[in-house]
């Protein structure tokens, strides 16, 4: 069984751009978390989503912004890139609605200039 | 926020050695948990869970203790080997929905 797969694994961007995320969860799975991992803050959630609604959103600016689709598969865009924004993003996928295993997969390395 | 941290803590062990990664976490309305393993360049791998109607589980190597009272969460790994070096994250869940939070993370090291 496949996992959770992202892509793509690496980015290089330049502030100003705009930047789109991908991630396909385990075959079965309907609920899709993405997380920023940084140094400084660790491993932040940004939103999650389930059957296609966000159904939660972490403290992150408007600039962060998700959609899922109908077979569950994940987008997350970042608009107008900052140097802060360079982070792994992961992204997690569980089969439940809620308090169920979530698994990641290898994250996307963004690195803006 | 949510997540705080700049300081990693760091936990080295003799090969063959039992290691114990203690976490705290916040919320008392938390009521389920997971251990997750990362390794350098990937992504954190899940572990263990454990949900707040139980105060031990067990897996392979792998023993999750559970204090509610204190807001403690404990990893316990047996003869822990070099592939068991990585940074340990615990991640509480609030019950709604699937957003975890995530500690700190315990950098562990096996010594060879």
């Known amino acids: 069984k496949a996992g959770v797969t992202q892509t793509p694994r690496y980015l290089i961007k330049t502030r100003g751009q705009q930047v789109t995320l991908s991630c396909s969860p385990i075959?079965?799975?309907?609920?899709v978390s993405w997380y920023q991992q940084t140094p400084g803050q660790g491993l932040q959630f940004l939103f999650e989503y389930f059957s296609e609604t966000q159904r939660n959103k972490g403290n992150f600016p408007g600039r962060f912004s998700g959609r899922q689709f109908s077979n569950s598969r994940s987008e997350m865009n970042v608009s107008t890139l900052e140097l802060g924004d360079s982070a792994l993003y992961l992204c997690a996928s569980s089969r439940l609605q809620t308090d169920t295993e979530a698994f990641f997969g290898q994250g996307t390395r963004l690195t803006v200039v | 926020g949510e997540s705080v941290g700049l300081h990693l803590p760091t936990l080295s062990v003799q090969e063959g050695d039992n290691s114990i990664i203690n976490c705290a976490y916040s919320?008392?309305?938390?009521?389920?948990f997971i251990w997750y393993k990362q390794e350098s360049g990937k992504g954190p791998q899940f572990i263990i869970d454990?949900?707040?109607?139980?105060d031990k589980r067990q897996g392979q190597r792998v023993t999750v203790l559970l204090n509610k009272t204190v807001k403690h969460l404990s990893l316990q790994i047996a003869a822990t080997q070099p592939g068991d070096s990585a940074v340990y994250f615990c991640a509480e869940n609030r019950g709604a929905g699937n957003q975890f939070y995530f500690g700190t993370g315990t950098s562990l090291t096996v010594i060879p």
């Open positions: 919320n008392s309305a938390s009521d389920y």
């Open positions: 454990i949900r707040s109607n139980m």
């Open positions: 075959s079965g799975h309907r609920s």
